[in-house]
């Protein structure tokens, strides 16, 4: 098993994987991603983000996204998980965790003073795996969201 970033030839594999989860969080409908998207936001000289992937020969098990943001409030970044996903059948092996140590670790060697992430609600297992690591739920911030009709209706004024 080895934890690594991304190459570019992971692309499909990845995809399909990216695909997995839109199904399990309900927004495969949705889903737009492409292999050039891919490409171009994950890879090259204007990533947009950093993909971790768990393979095994040239077989991907499961992937972390992190987006950084470099300015906050103590001029140290945060980093954010958009997505972790493994395989079912390859789920409670440590995978999970070994992706968001490389991650931790790509965001210490970057400066990074925090991690954030969201939780589908409901997904009781993912809120006890990311418990066990260390992490909790934050109650001094609600979510929101603007989709794309109320964005378009706020720029219009």
């Known amino acids: ?12 594999q990845l995809l399909a994987l990216m695909r997995e989860l839109a199904a399990f969080e309900d927004y495969l409908a949705d889903f737009a991603v492409d292999e050039d998207a891919l490409l171009r936001r994950a ?5 947009q983000c950093r993909v971790f992937v768990a393979a095994r020969g040239g ?8 987006l950084l943001t470099p300015f906050t409030h103590d001029l ?12 079912p059948q390859w789920r409670s092996q440590n995978l999970g965790q070994q992706l968001l140590a490389a991650l931790a670790q790509w965001a210490l060697e970057r400066g990074g003073g925090r991690l954030h992430w969201d939780v589908l609600v409901g997904n009781s297992r993912a809120e006890a795996f990311y418990r066990r690591l260390g992490g ?6 609600i979510a ?14």
């Open 144 to 157: 929101y969201e603007m989709d794309d009709a109320a964005l378009r209706a706020l720029a219009q004024g």
């Open 136 to 141: 909790r739920p934050v109650r001094k911030w």
């Open 43 to 47: 890879f090259g000289p204007q990533a």
């Open 76 to 87: 140290r970044p945060t980093v954010r998980l958009k997505e972790l996903y493994v395989g």
């Open 1 to 12: 098993m080895l934890i690594r970033q991304a190459r570019e030839a992971d692309v499909p």
């Open 59 to 66: 077989e991907l098990l499961g992937y972390a996204v992190a």
